[in-house]
């Protein structure tokens, strides 16, 4: 019976000493655990944001500025196309004629010069007038500068339209004593100067289309 207890004592001692060196083991460990320095195995805590409670107290951000090809130094992007309204030939000046106006048995009509560009159009000189035949060829009908009964020509003045602005004339029907017989006329070609492109314009009423000579003013801001 000794013998066999004497057995089973050796027995336990190993297996006690092998569990106090497990649990010391764990101990040390645990405590070898702790004793690691930050930052080595362990990631450092994330400073908390001083923005994100207080929200109101967000500093304000500057505006964003987006720079095109044109706003940089030195660069340059595609010139644009002008556009030129609708009715705009591409000389950039328009020429209009009014209603006939009658005094006395003298007839008289406005011209005027428009500027529909995009560009200032240098103006100077007289209009260029032509009677038309029925059949729209140019008819001897003399068309002289210069004074009417219907109006005073004070001559040419050089005169630099912006766009939108206009100049005006007056062209007047005239009688003279040499004249010969009247001749009919069935419209008037006129253009902003000779050599230009011009308009046609019909001659209404049976008094009017009874052409001796014609008399204009020459292109004025303020006309007589």
Same mark, same amino acid.
């Given at each position: 019976m000794r013998g066999l207890a004497g057995a089973g004592t050796g027995r336990r001692r190993p297996l006690?000493?092998?569990?106090?060196?497990?649990?010391l083991g764990l101990t040390l460990s645990g405590c070898a655990g702790f004793l690691v320095p930050a930052g080595e195995g362990e990631p450092e805590p994330t400073p908390s944001d001083p923005y994100r409670v207080h929200a109101d107290k967000l500093p304000t951000p500057f505006p964003s500025v987006s720079a095109g090809v044109a706003d940089r130094p030195g660069a340059q992007g595609p010139a644009p196309t002008? !556009?030129? #309204?609708?009715g705009? #030939? #591409?000389?950039?000046?328009?020429?209009?004629?009014?209603?006939?106006?009658?005094?006395?048995?003298?007839?008289?009509?406005?011209?005027?010069? !428009?500027?529909?560009?995009?560009?200032?159009?240098?103006?100077t000189g007289y209009p260029s007038v032509r009677a038309l035949d029925e059949a729209?060829? #140019?008819?001897?009908?003399? @068309?002289n500068p210069g004074s009417s009964y219907m109006g005073t020509d004070r001559g040419p003045k050089e005169v630099m339209l912006k766009p939108g602005q206009t100049v005006r004339?007056?062209?007047?029907? @005239?009688? !003279?004593?040499?004249?010969?017989?009247?001749?009919?006329?069935?419209?008037?070609?006129i253009a902003a100067a000779p050599g230009l492109e011009g308009r046609t314009f019909p001659l209404k009423g049976s008094d009017v289309r009874l052409l001796d000579e014609l008399n204009m003013t020459a292109w004025r801001t303020d006309p007589a």
């Open positions: 006690a000493a092998g569990v106090l060196a497990g649990v002008p !556009t030129l #309204p609708a705009c #030939p #591409p000389s950039g000046v328009v020429v209009d004629m009014g209603e006939v106006e009658a005094a006395l048995g003298h007839r008289a009509v406005g011209l005027s010069l !428009t500027n529909c560009g995009s560009k200032p159009y240098r103006v729209g060829d #140019p008819l001897p009908v003399p @068309v004339s007056l062209l007047a029907w @005239v009688s !003279t004593p040499t004249g010969g017989d009247l001749i009919e006329g069935d419209a008037l070609e």
